[in-house]
């Protein structure tokens, strides 16, 4: 899959609504739930099951649960090489877990992303200089699909 087709699956869901723990495009989704979407749409069934997972993720016991998940089926790159089509992890507090995810829509002085994000549903956001400081990871999509 190119990036560019990673790009466009992830604005199909612009407008859907949020909605915790869903992944059903234009019914709902959180910010996982979308890049699931996009993993379905692109690379065929889902790697894994997703277990029941509060708001607060696991913040709590301090478990960096998403980015593992991440590991295990995305490859990470360097957070500095910004590609459209990258999937985006951040913190979104200080000594918070990672705990949001968001795809890279453009990159350089406009550069945006793709997210769900409470309150909102699914938008493409500007990449601002505070969101850029949130991201701890960036990952790409397995090169070959199902």
Known sequence: ????????????????????????????????????????????????????????????QGEERLWAAALRHLHPKEPRDAEEGDVLLFRMRDQGVAKHLGVQGRIGARASFIHAYTGHGVVESPLSTPWQRRIVARFEFPRESN
């Open 1 to 60: 899959m190119s990036r560019a087709e990673i790009v466009a699956a992830a604005r199909c869901w612009i407008g859907t609504p949020y909605v915790h723990q869903s992944s059903r495009l234009g019914a709902g989704c959180d910010c996982l739930g979308l890049l699931r979407g996009i993993w379905r749409d692109l690379c065929g069934q889902e790697p894994e099951l997703v277990p029941a997972y509060s708001k607060d993720w696991s913040e709590p």
